[in-house]
């Protein structure tokens, strides 16, 4: 299967390609979805061991429960529930909260970061204070370019709080640069 095919297949013909044994349409479905999947994961968890572990678990469950998916919404939007699924039951199970600040980086990192004049660099290390559940969504809709009603069926959050999640974590960087940049001019 050419390399351009593969990309243009619907979701359905995905689905009916996996669900008749083609790997290659399964592979496919993988290749379409993955990014989001490592956005979901990468933002959630922070043990890289734990992070492919968790891929490789998502995958596992879109495969055994692939002939249970309805069509209501976009593959890729279910394929990213369970991926924010697994990483809430994970989070769960090693009783962390994803609404909670992360916790905060070596102060010789922050130093380090804090010297760096490079903009990518320093929104970067804001990107990171912010809780998990802003980062997710601030992935989804900016780096995903998700739509809100998406997002809202991936996390299974209301639509009007995406909304108000991603203009208090938008609001917080903000604030946060300003005052970085700030304190770097005097």
């Given at each position: 299967m050419s390399q351009q095919l593969k990309h243009t297949l619907t979701d359905r013909q995905l689905v009916d390609l996996a669900l008749g044994g083609d790997m290659h349409g399964f592979c496919c479905l993988v290749e379409n979805t993955e990014r989001l999947v490592a956005q979901?994961?990468?933002?959630?968890?922070?043990?890289?061991?734990?992070?492919?572990?968790?891929?490789?678990?998502v995958y596992l469950k879109v495969f055994r429960n692939l002939k249970g998916f309805k069509f209501q919404s976009k593959l890729s939007t279910w394929v990213g529930q369970i991926a924010y699924n697994a990483c809430l039951n994970r989070l769960q199970k090693q009783q962390l909260t994803i609404y909670g600040p992360p916790e905060r980086a070596a102060e010789d990192e922050t130093d380090r970061l804090l010297l760096q004049k490079e903009l990518k660099v320093l929104?970067?290390?804001?990107?990171?204070?912010?809780?998990?559940?802003?980062?997710?969504?601030?992935?989804l809709y900016h780096h995903e370019e998700l739509s809100y009603l998406e997002i809202a069926a991936i996390t299974g959050l209301p639509e009007g709080t995406v909304k108000?999640?991603?203009?208090?974590?938008?609001?917080?960087?903000?604030?946060?640069?300003?005052?970085?940049?700030?304190?770097?001019?005097?």
């Open positions: 979901i994961v990468g933002k959630l968890i922070q043990a890289e061991e734990d992070r492919k572990d968790i891929a490789q678990d929104l970067a290390a804001e990107l990171a204070r912010l809780p998990p559940i802003y980062q997710t969504l601030i992935g108000s999640y991603l203009f208090r974590a938008r609001k917080q960087l903000k604030d946060s640069m300003l005052s970085i940049y700030k304190k770097e001019k005097l």
